[in-house]
């Protein structure tokens, strides 16, 4: 993980977040790794209080593992590289709880990793939570005032209503969890701990050799397990679906298919339409939830519904509008049940790993969830068994039973029985499983048709496809096509690499020499003989997806750290403006107190600034696709 | 490339590119254009989507920059102690307080712990105390002693540098302590003015605390806000702006 210029840009941001002196901590402890007080003192040129102060708030800030030593007593502090990146997806994930759960659930969160890590207890007492007096926090509550016009009335009931239920539906969407003492040492701490432990115990004591290890292996995953559970969701998940949902797609949404929220509850109460969102809960949810309770953010989680999104877009690409709102609603289904993105730590090499389906989602549950004013039928076209028309060759083979008895289809639409809706859903589902993206496939599970998302497959394909984006960017369309012809037949020499792609070889060569020193295409020499001459030599031309993914992944990080640097120079060379611009009197009021020029230079240096930090999000979905997808 | 002994014309991969093409011509002395036609790859403006993705983190940066943990490291200033590094690489130029100086954001050189709660356990023993100058070290504490009570066992075996470090680190810690009440006392005298901000604004004992030691380096960065508050009616409005982050 810690590679040079991964290394840098933590570095790099943790600067950007939390200023110089934590960037001087963790930039020795990652060169380093792994210091103890007076060792960590001596490399960084820090005085103790500093580091104390420094080390103390990084800890709270999830930014640096400890963990006490039993055998000498030491405290040792390692860097926490992933925390550290994660800082750059904030944005990102502050936009999809805002998108799923609405505004406040947004400023709740941002709470939350502003703290770092919080009890439900303290939360209670910020004030930006409180819809407290309008002048105070007016920013947010201006924007929110939207879909909820009683928001200022009544404000601390609404307040007290609001806080709980919006950590609940956190909690049961698994965006925050609990916090435990393991999650402040490393993950090789807490296997070393919980071995050391196993070993202790008196019944593995008595086994031996091959035994022992596969029982200590045993016991040791499952106590890590035990350990590092910060769960949450167990008890607010009802029939697969978190409470809290939203249930009605918002209003300033309502044309934009990807953003519209869910709709499950929409048809049985429909005046409410202004109320609160979470009035449909009064189930238990005056119960709030423990003031003891510490929450965290969980990266894990949010990183399984971002990979949903970019599906989602993947989807977008080539199919209608009622189709993506299906399949939004079968990948909601989907993750509430998936905890994190995949079971190992690295991506498995190409072609080594297995498939990982995820849970199946049952037909009619998705066909539940889809918005019943939506039109599905519109867009699938006539089912007329008269007009097989374009997408008869499309279908998957099961699909012939179900064409009998459903001419009446395109006539009816909105208001059709449940059945017809049922199936209608199900063609949608199928349109998606085509080729060439296989976005669902479809099981049976005990008679029932249950859709599934082959997890695997699609992050391979997500991959690949970044890298063909960039492949074709940067050396043209020949290069992407000699890219898909090598990746689809293997290693070829170059006679048979002409055949099959079809180009001159004057454009071939061009192309595969400038990929090759790009590092994109590589040259494997096979001798035919012993003395390896050249011209009894084959010369294959192969691709390898990992290799280039991993050194595009390591380019990628590099580019944003870079973008940060020259984040941080711009901001230099306006230094002298932008702190006048902090001032506390000028904050707030620019107009009053900047000149035309200087407002007319903020708003310039907004601009740059945004779209600095806009190219770095943009790369960091790439880092997303390629290392953790 | 022929020299191996390819037959008949069939070339090898890349012998187009092989040195031997250069040898025997005149090599291309031409001077390249001085600034040749580059298309600059542009990057596509940001997605609805992607502006408010960018407003929430730099939102969310500004908040950790307006927060308790946000510190730099050079803080030169005339307060700094003479000889030491700030005081040398303090900018005489644009560094000396100014009035307007008194609105600029508080630059801090450790973290801020006080103001909130912490939760002991998961910090380490060693930092407890930084963490709530209360603890006591020798007390225990929810039942953590235990768990800890090795920890100055030494194992008889580290070597003597090692030894050395310790002494040395055991010297510098008592050296450091008195430092370390230095800057808590500047600490405390900060902490006390924020939470001033924050909490209310009944500043009558906190002019009594201030009064006492006149410090002409800090006249602006003291608990000058509340003069401030008196004197303009701008004044509150700033110091009411800083509540709101």
């Given amino acids: ?172 969407h698994g965006y925050i969890i609990r916090v435990r003492e393991s999650h402040f040492q490393s993950y090789a701490d807490n296997v070393l701990d919980a071995e050391r432990v196993i070993k202790a115990r008196p019944d593995i004591k008595q086994l031996k050799g091959k035994k022992l290890d596969e029982a200590v292996i045993e016991a040791t995953l499952t106590m890590l397990k035990e350990r590092m559970d910060g769960d949450l969701t167990r008890g607010l998940v009802f029939n697969g679906v978190p409470r809290g949902v939203k249930r009605r797609p918002d209003a300033r949404n309502g044309d934009d298919p990807t953003k519209k929220a869910r709709s499950d509850y929409a048809a049985v109460d429909e005046e409410d339409e202004h109320d609160d969102e979470w009035s449909d809960d009064e189930l238990d949810d005056e119960i709030p939830m423990e003031s003891t309770l510490t929450v965290q ?58 498939e990982q389906y995820s849970a199946p989602i049952a037909l009619s549950a998705v066909a539940d969830d889809v918005d019943p004013n939506l039109d599905l039928a519109a867009s699938i076209g006539p ?37 017809n809706r049922t199936y209608e859903v199900d063609q949608h589902l199928s349109l998606l499983a085509q080729p060439p993206h296989n976005l669902t496939s479809k099981r049976n599970i005990g008679g029932l048709p249950s859709w599934t998302i082959e997890f695997r497959h699609l992050a391979r394909k997500l991959r690949h496809l970044e890298l063909e984006r960039m492949i074709e960017a940067r050396y043209g369309d020949v290069a992407l096509r000699l890219i898909r012809v090598l990746h689809a037949k293997g290693k070829l020499d170059e006679k048979r690499l002409q055949e099959i792609s079809l180009l001159p070889f004057k454009d071939l060569r061009q192309v595969l020499a400038n990929m090759q020193s790009g590092g994109f295409v590589d040259l494997q020499e096979v001798p035919r003989d012993a003395q390896r001459q050249p011209s009894r030599t084959i010369y294959l031309w192969f691709y390898d997806p990992d290799r280039v993914r991993s050194s595009m992944l390591e380019d990628t990080y590099k580019t944003m750290s870079r973008c940060l640097q020259r984040l941080r120079f711009e901001r230099a060379r306006l230094k002298e403006f932008l702190e006048k611009t902090e001032r506390s009197d000028v904050k707030g009021n620019e107009e009053r107190y900047l000149s035309e020029a200087e407002l007319t230079l903020l708003e310039q240096w907004k601009a740059k600034e945004a779209l600095l930090v806009g190219e770095i999000s943009r790369l960091d979905e790439m880092v997303a696709v390629m290392r953790d997808y | 490339m022929s020299r191996f002994g390819a037959k008949k014309g069939r070339k090898l991969p890349g012998a187009e590119f092989s040195w031997d093409t250069d040898g025997n ?214 110091g009411g702006d800083e509540e709101t982050y």
């Fill in chain 1, 383 to 419: 089912m007329d068994a008269s007009q097989p028309g374009l997408r008869r060759g499309k279908r998957p083979l099961d699909d012939d039973d179900h064409m009998n008895g459903t001419t009446d289809h395109a006539a009816a639409n909105t208001l059709a029985s449940k059945g």
């Fill in chain 1, 1 to 172: 993980m810690s590679s040079q210029y991964s290394a840098e840009l933590c570095a790099l941001l943790v600067e950007d977040n939390f200023g110089e002196l934590f960037a001087r901590i963790f930039s020795t402890l990652v060169r380093y790794d792994r210091l103890s007080l007076p060792r960590l003192k001596f490399y960084s040129h820090l005085s103790y209080p500093q580091l104390r102060h420094g080390i103390a708030a990084m800890i709270q800030q999830h930014l640096v593992y400890h963990y006490t030593s039993y055998d000498d007593g030491f405290t040792y502090y390692t860097p926490n590289l992933q925390a550290a990146y994660y800082l750059v997806r904030t944005g990102k994930i502050l936009e999809l709880i805002e998108d799923r759960l609405g505004k406040y659930a947004a400023t709740v969160m941002s709470a939350i990793l502003y703290l770092g890590h919080v009890q439900v207890g303290n939360l209670e007492d910020l004030p930006e939570l409180q819809p407290a007096p309008t002048d105070i926090d007016g920013v947010e509550e201006e924007q929110e005032t939207e879909g909820q016009t009683n928001g200022h009335n009544g404000q601390d009931i609404a307040h007290a209503a609001r806080l709980h239920p919006t950590l609940k539906a956190l909690a049961a």
């Fill in chain 2, 25 to 238: 011509g005149e090599p291309d002395t031409a001077p390249t254009p001085l600034f040749p036609k580059f298309s600059v790859p542009r990057a596509r403006p940001l997605s609805a989507r992607e502006r408010l993705q960018v407003d929430y983190y730099r939102g969310l940066r500004e908040r950790y920059h307006d927060g308790p943990y946000y510190s730099i490291l050079d803080s030169a200033s005339t307060a700094a102690k003479k000889g030491s590094v700030a005081r040398v690489n303090f900018d005489s130029f644009h560094g000396m307080p100014t009035y307007s100086g008194r609105y600029q954001r508080k630059k801090r050189t450790i973290p801020r712990m006080g103001g909130r709660s912490y939760i002991m356990k998961f910090f380490p023993r060693e930092l407890w105390q930084t963490i709530q100058p209360t603890f006591k070290p020798d007390a225990a504490m929810d039942g953590y002693a235990g768990q800890f009570a090795r920890a100055t066992a030494k194992r008889g075996f580290e070597d003597d540098e090692e030894e050395d470090e310790e002494d040395e680190t055991k010297r510098k810690r008592t050296g450091g302590e008195e430092e370390e009440d230095n800057e808590k006392d500047i600490l405390d005298g900060e902490e006390e003015g924020e939470e001033e901000e924050i909490v209310d604004d009944d500043f009558e004992d906190d002019e009594d605390e201030m009064g006492g030691d006149y410090n002409a380096e800090q006249y602006f960065d003291g608990g000058d806000d509340e003069y401030g508050d008196d004197g303009f009616g701008d004044g509150g409005g700033g």
């Fill in chain 1, 297 to 354: 953010v969980n990266y894990d989680k949010l990183d399984v519904a971002l990979r949903n999104r970019r599906f989602l877009d993947l989807a977008e690409r080539d199919s209608s509008s009622a189709t993506i709102e299906v399949y939004d609603c079968l990948l909601r289904r989907i993750e509430y049940q998936t905890s994190k993105c995949r079971d190992g730590v690295e991506i498995p090499r190409e072609g080594e790993e297995g």
